[in-house]
């Protein structure tokens, strides 16, 4: 991937997470130079880990939020075989946010229409522990709609019992046109 310059504001806010950074314990570690960080968006017809990014048409569309209701009905009796499964256990959040890119890229390139996107369930309600459960679940809304793919989704649904139910999602593309 290419480097580019940062520009003056971008290069003030660099330094200010440079000075923020601390090594771990017993470790000696320089904070990352702005040159290996990844561009923000590549340009059409670039790849991301093997993956093509979408035109720019799809880049800044939201995921849409309705399907008609054959659709509704079929993926809530659970009779939609998924197309592709994205299991995102035992992620940290880069490492699920970075999978489930690369896995909507991945369906996209197959034409794959349904994801069957595993992200293990939210944690009760009257759990009282402290604990991190639910962060991956919690952030997918957010990962979606900001993705390079957010224009090719046509929906997002619970799925079915028999597909994980409140531990996973149906995402549903947009068919190719």
């Known amino acids: 991937m290419a480097a580019r310059r940062l520009g003056p504001d971008e290069e003030a806010l660099w330094a200010r997470v440079r000075a923020t950074v601390r090594a771990m314990p017993g470790r000696k570690a320089a904070a990352p130079s702005p040159e290996r960080l990844p561009l923000p968006a590549p340009a059409t017809g670039m790849t991301v880990a093997g993956v093509p990014t979408p035109p720019p048409s799809h880049a800044r569309r ?10 509704d009905r079929r993926l809530a009796s659970g009779v939609v075989a998924p197309d592709r499964t994205i299991d995102l256990h ?6 699920a946010h970075a999978a489930l890119e690369m896995g909507l890229g991945q369906a996209l390139m197959h034409g794959d229409r349904v994801i069957l996107l ?11 522990r402290p604990h991190a459960r639910g ?21 997002v649904r619970n799925a079915h019992p028999r597909h994980g139910g409140a531990g996973a999602l149906y995402v549903v593309l947009r068919r190719r046109r």
Do not use: N, V, Y
Request: proline share 10%; hydrophobic share 40%; net charge neutral.
């Open 62 to 71: 939201e995921p849409g939020h309705t399907l008609d209701g054959g659709w």
């Open 90 to 95: 035992g992620h940290t959040l880069a490492s």
């Open 118 to 128: 595993i992200t293990g369930k939210p944690p009760r309600p009257e759990s009282q």
């Open 135 to 155: 962060a991956i679940r919690a952030a997918i809304p957010d990962w979606l709609r900001l993705s390079a793919f957010s224009g090719a989704i046509a929906a």
